[in-house]
């Protein structure tokens, strides 16, 4: 009798374990964020701001690549490569600046290439990085655009529109009556000044926050230049039953 429950006391011992060990590996090895900066002012202005992944390898060395990546190719913007380094990336923009200064040597115009990045959003199903990136090149005015990308917490993989939204149409019927609601703000203003009679489209990344899923137009994708950004958040309690994820 002594040596069964001695042995049941020996299994429990070590069933504990485990799940402390388990526990303990969990908190040693959590996804966090810190600031990362890089700037250069060799030649044209270039200040670099967003957050870098830590923690599970796996997950944070795919989180990082692909923001990097976008960084990267966003100062790249005239040649075929896909995936550069910063260092790269950096290099290429202030060697087409150089370039461009031989060129039109009675342009004062200094190029600008301008990102910052910040999580909006963070839940263990779901993680929400906003870029915005300004790049100014001697024209008219810079080109600015805001870019979502949504991870899986598990792996870092980002999620598709498919993998987080259920109904594809109910989900689009629902922006549109959030977008005519934000547009009628201005009685002057109508669809068909944004999208220009064409039919209304969803915006190319969706994005989250607290408060729920974020809906934004870049300048250019619809409407005119001076029209700027178009951005509303459609409450999670009006969204999520459509939406995939917690």
Do not use: R
């Not at 030649?43 to 060395?61: D, F, M, Q, R, T």
């Not at 199903?125 to 598990?154: K, M, Q, R, V, W």
Request: hydrophobic content about 40%; aromatic content about 14%; some cysteine.
């Amino acid at each position: 009798m002594f040596n069964i429950f001695h042995y049941d006391l020996k299994k429990v011992v070590f069933l504990s374990f485990l799940i402390l060990l388990v526990i303990s590996c969990k908190k040693e090895f959590p996804l966090t964020f810190s600031e990362e900066i890089i700037t250069s002012e060799d030649h044209a202005i270039i200040e670099i701001v967003y957050p870098k992944a830590s923690g599970s390898e796996l997950v944070s060395n795919a989180i990082n690549k692909s923001i990097e990546n976008h960084i990267s190719n966003s100062l790249n913007f005239d040649e075929e490569e896909n995936s550069i380094s910063f260092k790269d990336a950096v290099n290429i923009f202030n060697s087409n600046y150089i370039k461009f200064t031989k060129e039109f040597p009675e342009s004062s115009q200094k190029w600008e290439a301008l990102v910052d990045g910040e999580v909006v959003y963070e839940s263990p199903d779901l993680i929400c990085i906003a870029i915005h990136t300004y790049i100014d090149t001697g024209g008219a005015h810079g080109n600015g655009s805001i870019t979502f990308f949504n991870f899986n917490p598990e792996n870092g993989l980002l999620f598709t529109d498919e993998d987080l939204i259920k109904d594809s149409n109910l989900f689009k019927e629902l922006v549109q009556k959030h977008f005519i609601k934000h547009i009628d703000k201005d009685d002057d203003k109508s669809l068909d000044n944004y999208f220009f009679e064409d039919d209304f489209q969803l915006p190319s990344t969706l994005g989250f926050s607290d408060e729920g899923v974020i809906i934004l137009y870049n300048t250019y994708q619809i409407a005119a230049y001076s029209e700027g950004i178009t951005e509303f958040t459609i409450p999670y309690n009006e969204v999520n039953s459509i939406l995939k994820i917690n």
